[in-house]
């Protein structure tokens, strides 16, 4: 069965960082582009940023440029999101998603999703 | 990267079809074949119903069809079930090789 958990979501305050991280398992992870989406409360689905299967391509949404850096580590089927500089407008819940041959492929696996709060 | 355009509702009665459409610009929707439709039910994750504008993934039942035209694509469900009343978004790669997602649709079964 695949499995996609995400950990390292909390409350942070304005300016902070948090670190996300994403563990794999039930499918070959080192395949697949990986991608974080987020999901404010009660509004839409928002790409952030995706990795090539050996790290050496990353994309990331406007808004996100420069503060987050998402990585991997395919020896420990996992995806990471550092966030440094965070705003209140970065609160949502952080989806890991994947499953895809290229940058452009449909997110075929999703995680259950952890909530970052950034707050005073 | 502006997020693709949906309506914000539509509904229907149990067996009727209905369509969601999602309007991008000619650097996402109108430039690749790389349009995919995903179903939230509150509180869940996102689940992927279509990929590459009309392909459904292994389990996905017949009844979603996708289709797209220039800068427009759309969903059609046919035969609404009670299930099927979730939020859908689409989504497209675009020009700078990243991904954008659609406003959202939160269907209504009636």
């Known amino acids: 069965e695949v499995q996609l958990v995400e950990s390292g979501g909390g409350l942070v305050q304005p300016g902070g960082s948090l670190r996300l991280s994403c563990a794999g398992s039930?499918?070959?992870?080192?395949?697949?582009?990986m991608s974080w989406v987020r999901q404010a409360p009660g509004k839409g689905l928002e790409w952030v940023a995706n990795?090539?299967?050996?790290?050496?391509?990353?994309y990331y949404v406007d808004s996100v440029k420069g503060r987050f850096t998402i990585s991997r580590d395919n020896a420990k089927n996992s995806l990471y999101l550092q966030m440094n500089s965070l705003r209140a407008e970065d609160t949502a819940v952080y989806y890991c998603a994947g499953g895809g041959y290229s940058g452009s492929s449909p997110l075929v696996y999703w995680g259950q999703g952890t909530l970052v709060t950034v707050s005073s | 990267q502006s997020a693709l355009t949906q309506p914000a509702s539509v509904s229907g009665s149990p067996g009727q079809s209905i369509t969601i459409s999602c309007t991008g610009t000619?650097?996402?929707?109108?430039?690749?074949?790389?349009v995919s439709w995903y179903q939230q039910h509150p509180g869940k994750a996102p689940k992927l119903m279509i990929y590459?504008?009309?392909n459904r993934p292994s389990g996905v039942s017949n009844r979603f069809s996708g289709s797209k035209s220039g800068n427009t694509a759309s969903l059609t469900i046919s035969g609404l079930q009670a299930e099927d009343e979730a939020d859908y978004y689409c989504?497209?790669?675009?020009?700078?090789?990243?991904?954008?997602f659609g406003t959202g649709t939160k269907v209504t079964v009636l």
């Open positions: 000619s650097s996402d929707v109108g430039a690749y074949t790389y």
């Open positions: 990795i090539k299967q050996d790290g050496s391509e990353k």
């Open positions: 989504s497209s790669y675009t020009s700078s090789s990243t991904q954008v």
């Open positions: 039930g499918f070959t992870f080192s395949n697949y582009w």
């Open positions: 590459d504008v009309n």
